[in-house]
């Protein structure tokens, strides 16, 4: 199965909810319940592999075009748009030719980058709108810590989408694990689901494979540097828990 991207562009687009859900708060902190408010609806129903695009305020379909590098007519006709005027913060828009734009995971030269850190978020539902929820409310200032999410069909996404978080977009040091030195040149990725109980969807795995293999051309990240949260030396933690399927997926890198 193909995974599915979804740009995050900022903080915006983490916007606060109105009903009560539990909140995963992943292994960067605890989980916590937060009032919500149900997200824009998602399109209909995406071919395999679609990726969709969350509007935050200022972008325009030119803009978004750009970015996946398909043309702003064939997005409004992907999503009915009659009037470029249409465009609203918080619409989740689908991204056409996604074989095209699949591959336009935002890579940015950057030689900060030397490990690839792997987390579950410790709670079966949840999106990186919810963590990012959690971590604000336990302090950390620039929301979400993790730059990538990976979700699991719950919350209002789909399974094996891949979440762009802002501090990966602004190549910003994490807040995902604060030993090794892994926040400030480790790539911090986050599984939506409570790995100590049941393992990743296949989608997932899918997704994660994809996207460190991304990373690790780019940016020449040998598989001894993908690890797990608990690897790293100075931290006593089970994430990302006993269920993910390590060994087979590291196989899958080599």
Request: glycine share 10%; aromatic share 6%; net charge positive.
């Amino acid at each position: 199965m193909k995974p599915v991207l979804n740009a995050l562009a900022g903080r915006t687009v983490l916007s606060p909810l109105l009903i009560v859900a539990v909140v995963a708060g992943g292994c960067a902190g605890p989980a916590q319940t937060l009032p919500t408010r149900p997200p824009a609806a998602l399109p209909g129903a995406l071919p395999a592999g679609a990726l969709t695009h969350r509007v935050t305020p200022g972008e325009t379909l030119w803009s978004i075009g750009r970015t996946y590098g398909v043309p702003y007519r064939e997005i409004m006709r992907a999503n009915g748009l009659a009037d470029p005027r249409e465009l609203a913060a918080g619409r989740v828009l689908v991204i056409p030719r996604p074989e095209a734009a699949r591959a336009k995971i935002p890579l940015s030269p950057n030689p900060r980058w030397t490990h690839i850190v792997v987390h579950h978020s410790a709670m079966p539902i949840g999106n990186a709108k919810r963590i990012d929820r959690a971590h604000r409310k336990q302090g950390f200032t620039k929301g979400l810590g993790y730059h990538f999410v990976i979700d699991n069909g719950t919350a209002n996404r789909r399974d094996g989408e891949i979440e762009v978080g802002s501090r990966w977009l602004r190549q910003q040091e994490g807040a995902h694990c604060n030993a090794g030195g892994m926040n400030q040149h480790g790539i911090g990725i986050c599984l939506v689901g409570d790995f100590t109980r049941r393992p990743p969807s296949p989608a997932q795995i899918d997704a994660l494979a994809y996207l460190v293999q991304q990373l690790r051309a780019y940016y020449r990240i040998p598989v001894s540097r993908v690890v797990r949260h608990r690897d790293v030396p100075g931290k006593n933690t089970a994430c990302p828990g006993a269920r993910f399927p390590w060994r087979a997926f590291i196989a899958r890198l080599e």
